[in-house]
């Protein structure tokens, strides 16, 4: 697999809740490294193995979220990419018992190796900048706007188009335009 297909899957695995893709993204003893920056979410700082990531970022994350849309703010990494891809992102999704949405922002840090078969990530470092709870009532229009861009990769400028002009996702826009 290509860095883009790693990273591709990991997306699919998390928003989705299919688990049995983490395996075809990460290495048996690939490190996840959380930054939090906002106190309206929260994560283990570490996991070690495909198991462990894989209860925090899929088995345990989908039993509170659901309408989970993550976009990678660039363009795919070359197929000749280094063992290493960084790039800002871009999340939106709904809490399964209040029906709040979510609108957050961050970065992700891929190291990569090669093994045997493929290349799998070994190391996974994200940063959750902000993380914005918003009521019930928001969500249809977020949900708009999430749906019609192009998943995962979205340009910023793209990601500005149809964003709801609420009040509560400055911060969010902010970013986006950086």
């Known amino acids: 697999m290509t860095a883009e297909a790693v990273v591709r899957?990991?997306?699919?695995?998390?928003?989705?809740?299919?688990?049995?893709?983490?395996?075809?993204?990460?290495a048996e003893t690939a490190k996840l490294e959380m930054e939090v920056e906002t106190g309206t979410i929260s994560f283990p700082p570490l996991s070690e193995g495909i198991e462990s990531i894989t209860k925090v970022l899929v088995r345990d994350f989908g039993q509170v979220y659901e309408n989970v849309y993550t976009f990678c703010l660039?363009?795919?990494?070359?197929i000749t990419s280094d063992k290493?891809?960084?790039?800002?992102?871009?999340?939106?999704?709904?809490?399964?018992?209040?029906?709040?949405a979510r609108v957050g922002c961050g970065r992700y840090h891929w190291s990569f190796q090669t093994g045997e078969r493929r290349l799998v990530a070994e190391r996974l470092g994200i940063t959750i900048k902000i993380m914005q709870v918003l009521p019930p009532d928001y969500l249809n229009p977020i949900m708009q706007w999430l749906s019609e861009l192009p998943y995962p990769w979205c340009p910023p400028q793209q990601c500005l188009k149809g964003m709801p002009e609420f009040a509560?996702?400055?911060?969010?826009?902010?970013?986006i335009e950086q």
């Open 74 to 78: 660039t363009n795919p990494p070359p």
């Open 84 to 100: 290493v891809f960084e790039c800002r992102w871009v999340l939106g999704m709904s809490e399964k018992t209040s029906g709040a």
């Open 9 to 26: 899957t990991y997306l699919r695995a998390k928003d989705e809740n299919r688990p049995h893709l983490m395996q075809l993204a990460f």
């Open 168 to 175: 509560e996702l400055q911060g969010v826009r902010s970013f």
